[in-house]
Structure formats: structure tokens, C-alpha cells
């Protein structure tokens, strides 16, 4: 009896339906501690960002008369300034709340994180695989012009563009994130293409593709429905590395004076950006450090977390590692 049981349990076990690939990258993804944390990191500032009206303490536009450059209530530095536990990391050179203006420039660099990515990612996704799927002359023009865009230092074409076009009418949109997104995406997606047409290249000969070519399916169902679900994990590890090179470019151009403009205005939802309050604060930065340290942590930890999330997320998504613990 005991081996008859034995044997229906080994049974119900070879016929019992599987992980999905998603459910096990899933899985090998939480067991991995540090993109858990860079996760919990990127969370909590995309909450931070959605809700910094609740979150700030202070009014981030207020000017507080006869409070410049207060240091934080836990900090004595050189000056006998004296401090106010109103303000947890002290004020500007206006008397401004320096930790409410930090939560308000999240906002920024959230945004900037993920509204050019996703630009960056259907551009490149769709010009790497007409490019591998079609081949030929259509395959070696698009493969050009990649190479063309991929030599071009993109630094100076985020400066040219930011100062040539800031009184523009497209320069003036959402103080200036329209053409932030542009110039992010416009010599950005030539990361993605590559890698995209390689995969194509290594899919579209493939056993599953050749059954879907016989039995008449079309290319545009050829490369949406059976080549791209295939090659969504280079994919999604390549946005996980973009964002914050993208925060990154965003902070660099903030910090030389060619970012998006510090706002005014109380109805505007992007007031101001980590790039810009490190420019305002490394003129200050023996009067208050915090007013430089504070963005540029918040900057290295954001990069920090979807560094970890990224690396993460490639070993979970290699299909090397299925079934490993």
C-alpha cells in the first residue's frame, strides 16, 4: 500500500502544472536581498514623488525672513548660526525649507527616470526589430543611422539642445520637461535597437517561428506576437540601467546651469530639481552643506537602487537560472 501511494503522489507530481517563467523570476527576484532593497529604495521615493504635497513639511516656495542658511537642528557646523527643529535640514539663501524643496525635486527625477525611458524603449524596440526582422538594405540603413546617433556625444547635444531651444515654445511646455524627454529620448534608443535586433536576429530562425510562417501568420503578428513576448527580458533589464543614467544626465545638466528652470509658481507641480538645488547649494557650501548634500545623496541613492534592481532582475530573468534556488 505504502508503494502504491508512493507511486500516485510521483504521478500527481509529473502532471501537476508548473511556474509560470514569469512566477520564477518573480520568486528568484525576492530571494535576491539587494534588488529587494534597491526595490523598497525606488518605492519609496515614487511615493514620495506622487505625494509630496502631503510629505513636504513646509512650503517649498515659502521665504522665511531672517532664517538664511540655517543649518539642520543636528548639525553645528563652523557659524553660530542657531538652528530651528522646524527645519530638518535647514534653509536656503531665501529662508526656504531645504528638505521640502528635496521632496518637491523628486518629482523631476522620477519623471525624468521613467517618461524617457519608456520613449526610449518603443523607439528602440520597434527600429531593432524591423531592422532584424526585415534585413537587407532596410536593415543596413537603419544600422547606419544607429551609428550616426551612438557617435555623437550626447552630453553636448543635451546642452546644445537645452540652451538653443529654452525660449522656444517646446522649451516653455511643462517648464521645460517636453524638451528635457525629447533630447533624453533622441540619442538614447540606440542601445535599445542594437540589442533588440540582435535578438531577432538569434529568434526569427527559430523552430516556433518557422511553425507560425508556415501556417500563414503575417510578419507584423510574427514579430509582435512570438518575437518580442521572447525577448522582453534584455529588455526590461536595459530600462532597469537606462532610468538612472537618465536621472543621472538630468542632475549633471541641473547642476551646470542648463536643466529645467527653478519655478515660482505655487501651481506648478515641477518646482524645482535635485541638478539645481546641488547648483544652489554648492556656492553655499560652508555656509550650509546640506543644501548640496542632501540632492546629491538622494541622487546617488536612486541610482544605487535601480543599479541593484537591474542586476537583480538579470539574473532572475536568465533563463540559466531557472529552476535554481
Given at each position: 500500500?505504502?508503494?502504491?501511494?508512493?507511486?500516485?503522489?510521483?504521478?500527481?507530481?509529473?502532471?501537476?502544472?508548473?511556474?509560470?517563467?514569469?512566477?520564477?523570476?518573480?520568486?528568484?527576484?525576492?530571494?535576491?536581498?539587494?534588488?529587494?532593497?534597491?526595490?523598497?529604495?525606488?518605492?519609496?521615493?515614487?511615493?514620495?514623488?506622487?505625494?509630496?504635497?502631503?510629505?513636504?513639511?513646509?512650503?517649498?516656495?515659502?521665504?522665511?525672513?531672517?532664517?538664511?542658511?540655517?543649518?539642520p537642528p543636528f548639525f553645528k557646523g563652523s557659524t553660530n548660526i542657531q538652528s530651528d527643529p522646524k527645519f530638518l535640514l535647514g534653509t536656503d539663501s531665501l529662508?526656504?525649507?531645504?528638505?521640502?524643496?528635496?521632496?518637491?525635486?523628486?518629482?523631476?527625477?522620477?519623471?525624468?527616470?521613467?517618461?524617457?525611458?519608456?520613449?526610449?524603449?518603443?523607439?528602440?524596440?520597434?527600429?531593432?526589430?524591423?531592422?532584424?526582422?526585415?534585413?537587407?538594405?532596410?536593415?543596413?540603413?537603419?544600422?547606419?543611422?544607429?551609428?550616426?546617433?551612438?557617435?555623437?556625444?550626447?552630453?553636448?547635444?543635451?546642452?546644445?539642445?537645452?540652451v538653443a531651444l529654452r525660449e522656444s515654445f517646446i522649451g516653455r511646455l511643462m517648464n521645460g520637461l517636453v524638451l528635457l524627454f525629447a533630447a533624453l529620448a533622441i540619442v538614447n534608443w540606440v542601445g535599445v535597437a542594437r540589442l533588440i535586433r540582435g535578438q531577432v536576429l538569434s529568434l526569427k530562425q527559430k523552430e516556433f517561428v518557422e511553425a507560425a510562417r508556415c501556417i500563414g501568420a503575417t510578419d507584423s503578428r510574427i514579430m509582435f506576437r512570438h518575437i518580442l513576448p521572447n525577448s522582453l527580458g534584455p529588455l526590461i533589464v536595459s530600462a532597469a540601467f537606462t532610468m538612472p543614467g537618465l536621472i543621472i544626465t538630468e542632475a549633471i545638466l541641473g547642476y551646470l546651469g542648463v536643466g529645467l528652470p527653478?519655478?515660482?509658481?505655487?501651481?506648478?507641480?515641477?518646482?524645482?530639481?535635485?541638478?539645481?538645488?546641488?547648483?544652489?547649494?554648492?556656492?553655499?557650501i560652508n555656509a550650509q552643506p546640506f543644501l548640496l548634500l542632501s540632492p546629491a545623496i538622494c541622487v546617488a541613492l536612486i541610482v544605487l537602487a535601480f543599479t541593484f534592481l537591474g542586476d537583480g532582475l538579470r539574473d532572475a530573468l536568465d533563463p540559466r537560472m531557472r529552476g535554481t534556488q
Open positions: 500500500m505504502a508503494v502504491r501511494n508512493d507511486n500516485k503522489v510521483a504521478e500527481l507530481d509529473v502532471f501537476r502544472p508548473g511556474r509560470s517563467l514569469g512566477a520564477e523570476a518573480w520568486a528568484r527576484l525576492l530571494r535576491n536581498k539587494a534588488a529587494v532593497a534597491g526595490l523598497v529604495i525606488i518605492s519609496m521615493f515614487a511615493i514620495m514623488a506622487i505625494f509630496a504635497g502631503l510629505v513636504a513639511p513646509e512650503n517649498p516656495l515659502q521665504i522665511n525672513d531672517g532664517k538664511r542658511f540655517l543649518p529662508g526656504r525649507d531645504v528638505l521640502s524643496r528635496v521632496i518637491y525635486g523628486s518629482r523631476v527625477s522620477m519623471v525624468v527616470g521613467f517618461i524617457p525611458t519608456l520613449i526610449i524603449l518603443l523607439l528602440g524596440t520597434f527600429i531593432g526589430m524591423v531592422s532584424g526582422y526585415a534585413g537587407g538594405r532596410l536593415d543596413n540603413v537603419l544600422m547606419r543611422l544607429t551609428d550616426v546617433i551612438y557617435a555623437f556625444p550626447d552630453l553636448l547635444f543635451f546642452i546644445i539642445v537645452m527653478p519655478s515660482t509658481d505655487p501651481t506648478d507641480i515641477f518646482i524645482t530639481s535635485w541638478g539645481a538645488l546641488m547648483l544652489d547649494g554648492q556656492s553655499a
